[in-house]
């Protein structure tokens, strides 16, 4: 229960982040403050919205009002102090790869609900934690960041496998969390500070 | 019944505008008449079409095929009539203001047979508006609109919130209805002629 | 049965090939190797799940994981042999070619378990066929391919009308299915080698 509630907590915390990063790629697209909610909304609900629409199942938004209330509470936040918000960007890069780890695992959580192979549960997982950035960047005209650089989603599907590893292995619900997301949280940080990518798909034939 | 008609005849008439607008914009970017039908249906449909796979509910314009056909008859109707409707700018503007004022409460009363709480009616009477001409933008490669200009989706949540304040004052649906879309109207309007803007949240730090 | 097995072979032949396609464009975007499996997912599933999303049902490649193996299949080869397969454009081509013949009838065919009336059949086929390629453009930032160039969509509604056509004619589901795909891909084909194209509804009063 108490566990439960924590990780609740920090999925709120990860849309916090991932709406206030929203917020932040509006403003350097000069949108007006309405954009930049809707920018901020898909960042933080877009991937699991996606996800739930895929599975054809209620939009899980829509029975968690918090959810909402935490996107306007990052736009508000972000309109009033977006300067702290952009000079603190080794904080927000933790609130963002917390978020993405959390993303990834819970998305696979709620896929197991509907009996599918595990390939669908790791592509849930991947869906839930990066396809909100995909859809800002679409909405922001630019080709999703994702797709491009770092190894993002990479670490995404290492922290689904290794989540459905320790499962086959018997271990409980809390450990097989905290350490598959503690696998996403070190790759994405590794990557980021090593620069690691993986390979461009490079048109060399011209 | 005859209000409920006419309500009816007024969001076609919604959907013809959109439709027409779409056809515009797919003019501007030379696109061929697929590639223009496609665009005048987004606009004129795609709001709705939004909500209802949100809603995780049968999509309107299926069990209702007047809306195609009210939208392969205005691409027909501008593809013979195109310079007319380009120098009918302030009745295609008159048109395109009823649509989103009949779309935001019409989207509301949708989303009312949900049982959702006040926010969610709110935000589905602004999608309901606002999407489909968003979805158009983002076909036609360009940042909505909407998230840049003009107080378009405020006037939409101004209207939407004073429907459910005539609501809990006990109006009939008549005069809340006709309340509510003047409000959106007005607003609009006078937006547009005043040059009113909402914030917008540039990115000042750099 | 056979024949059902050979036209299943053949779907998978078309998502094989719309997949190869998608991946090609992503290597001209510079994308890496998670954005152009990304690209080439929903190139060759797109359309599909689209059609899916609104007829509110299951989507398809959920219930069929050889959907997704093979679009995993497509991206390993065309990674490998990536020369190879632009050097192989004509070969290329004619996959694509029964791969949206196949589409159209395929995603008409899912349709009519629906009730729906000719006009929502046609067009379910045609979203099945196209729409992966739009969604593929816009991810890519680019105005859809098919919403300024070639008689693709045409080529698709006709075979589907024709489908109908010798549907009511009381043709059986092989032949009407085989002629079909055939007016398909002759029409397209046709096209590209006379160059033929629709009316753009270019803006000529600028």
Request: hydrophobic share 50%; charged share 15%.
């Amino acid at each position: 229960m108490d566990f439960n509630l924590f990780i609740l907590g920090l999925s709120y915390l990860g849309t916090f982040s991932f709406a206030i990063s929203g917020f932040i790629t509006a403003s350097k697209k000069q949108l007006d403050l309405f954009g930049a909610f809707v920018i901020a909304f898909v960042t933080g609900l877009g991937g699991g919205t996606l996800r739930d629409l895929l599975l054809n199942t209620k939009v899980g938004w829509l029975s968690e009002p918090t959810n909402v209330y935490t996107v306007i509470a990052a736009v508000i936040l972000a309109y009033l102090f977006k300067k702290q918000f952009v000079r603190l960007r080794k904080t927000m890069f933790l609130f963002d790869t917390i978020g993405i780890a959390l993303f990834t695992i819970s998305g696979l959580q709620v896929a197991q609900q509907y009996e599918l192979n595990s390939l669908y549960l790791v592509l849930f997982g991947v869906i839930t934690a990066t396809f909100g950035g995909a859809i800002r960047d679409i909405l922001c005209d630019e080709i999703p960041l994702i797709f491009r650089r770092e190894i993002y989603a990479t670490a995404c599907i290492l922290g689904a496998v290794s989540y459905l590893g320790f499962e086959s292995l018997g271990f409980g619900l809390i450990l097989k969390t905290v350490l598959s997301c503690s696998i996403i949280i070190l790759v994405r940080t590794l990557a980021v500070l090593k620069n690691w990518s993986i390979p461009v798909v490079a048109d060399d034939s011209e």
